[in-house]
């Protein structure tokens, strides 16, 4: 069997040497960026975090080289500080992002683009996001995420990983193969965002470290285009890339150690979308299967409305979950479970070239999140983008668990 590696090393072995003329004068060098400051404010101080002020700087750089109609090179890099020690303080430039901290320089892209006919492959570190929804993703498996600094504003990281995709006419393969795991970050057990129970007071918790999983991660979709209507079906299998955790208490210190496991998963689903006169409807399911000893089975579906009127964009719907297998542990950081059973809504205003607003929401049975933004350009290259986030909700509900975490942001951009 030809892994995607591989099919990428024949499809460049197949371009003709007399297209050498043309791949010169088709060589193209684009490169974009920006360097942003970006400070959040919270009113309260939260029980394991006292503090109240966080402020980040961030410099991106994206670029691509295509030294020929059918060959691209794409590269991303970051660099960024905090005051908050969110970020490391070392100088060692990071491409795997294991670490729990966030890298103080890190290659965010770095890959190889071969496209050819009907097939596109791409080899390297790169960003792949599959389904057909906006506010929660059941299948988006490979698009693991960055939660350090937040549960409800979170950022998607690259994975190194081989794609193969396949378009004819209405129909698109996707193949996708993963050689090492790349898991989402979580937050830091001293700060805000790690939600500590009230009958934890007292006791610390110390970061023992991850036992990462050592195979390969794969996965198929095939997208399908009708007249009036889309769906796609997806395979996955591979783990789990949010942690379960195994804690071992020493009574002597009162210190409890966290050991980050990540359970073996294979995923069934699909998605839809049907385009009406006056409304889109979408749809997102996925079954979550395990043969990890202890580890949950469960189904997460959303079922969502579009609809654009003028300047105004509106998106609303449910999320919803069904456990098949209960875990033996409840020690698991889930965000994405956590937002289930959740009527979700967003609202946009393109209010004029230089203007847009924002509306984002979330309501459980106990708990409810909703936040406010606010952008405008100023010239060619500044923006700013202000925000307030909303979370109440009871101490046992998801969401109620950062009832302490509201905030205020200001983002100022600079792109070049």
């Known amino acids: 069997m030809i892994g995607p590696g591989a099919l990428l090393v024949l499809l460049l ?19 974009r960026g920006f360097i942003e400051n970006r400070t959040v404010v919270y009113p309260q101080t939260a029980s394991n975090d006292s503090g109240r002020v966080v402020d980040e700087l961030l410099f991106r750089e994206e670029a691509s080289y295509k030294l020929a109609p059918w060959f691209t090179v794409n590269g991303s890099f970051d660099a960024r500080t905090d005051s908050h020690r ?12 294991r670490s729990i901290q966030r890298p103080a320089f890190s290659v965010r892209r770095l890959s190889a683009t071969v496209h050819r006919g009907k097939v596109t492959a791409e080899i390297g570190r790169q960003l792949i996001r599959w389904g057909k929804t906006d506010i929660l993703n059941p299948t988006d498996r490979f698009a693991p995420k960055d939660y350090l600094s937040s549960v409800v504003d979170t ?13 004819s006419g209405g129909d698109t393969v996707d193949l996708v193969w993963q050689p090492w795991f790349t898991p989402s970050r979580t937050p830091l057990l001293n700060q805000r965002w790690t939600a500590l129970p009230p009958e934890a007071s007292g006791v610390s918790f110390i970061d023992a470290g991850a036992h990462y999983p050592g195979g390969s991660q794969y996965g198929a979709r095939w997208n399908h285009i009708g007249s009036g209507y889309e769906y796609s079906l997806c395979f996955f299998d591979g783990y ?17 150690a966290l050991t980050r496991t990540y359970p ?9 979308a049907v385009p009406l006169p006056w409304l889109t409807i979408k749809g997102e399911a996925a079954y979550f299967t395990s043969s990890t000893p202890g580890a949950e089975e469960y189904a997460l579906y959303v079922i969502q409305l ?16 069904v456990v098949t297998r209960d875990a033996a542990s409840p020690l698991q950081f889930a965000p994405d479970r956590g937002f289930a059973k959740s009527f979700v809504g967003r609202a946009g205003l393109t209010i004029d070239a230089n203007r847009s607003l924002a509306i984002e929401t979330a309501v459980r049975a106990e708990g409810s999140f909703v936040r406010f933004e606010y952008s405008q350009l100023f010239g060619q290259h500044w923006r700013a983008t202000g925000g307030i986030a909303w979370i109440r909700g009871d101490m046992t509900d998801f969401l109620g668990e950062y009832r302490r975490n509201s905030y205020g942001s200001l983002a100022i951009r600079y792109s070049f």
């Open 13 to 31: 072995a197949q371009q003709p040497l007399s297209d050498a003329n043309n791949a010169q004068s088709a060589v193209r060098f684009d490169q």
């Open 86 to 97: 969110q970020t490391a303080r070392d100088g060692v430039v990071d491409a795997d992002d």
């Open 155 to 167: 950022d998607f990281l690259g994975v190194s990983a081989a794609r193969v995709t396949y378009e």
């Open 240 to 256: 789990q890339n949010l942690p379960s955790f195994d804690a071992l208490f020493t009574p002597v210190t009162a210190s409890v």
């Open 264 to 272: 073996d998963l294979r995923l069934y689903g699909g998605d839809a």
């Open 306 to 321: 579009e609809r654009q009127v003028k300047e105004w964009s509106f998106v609303g719907g449910y999320a919803g979950s």
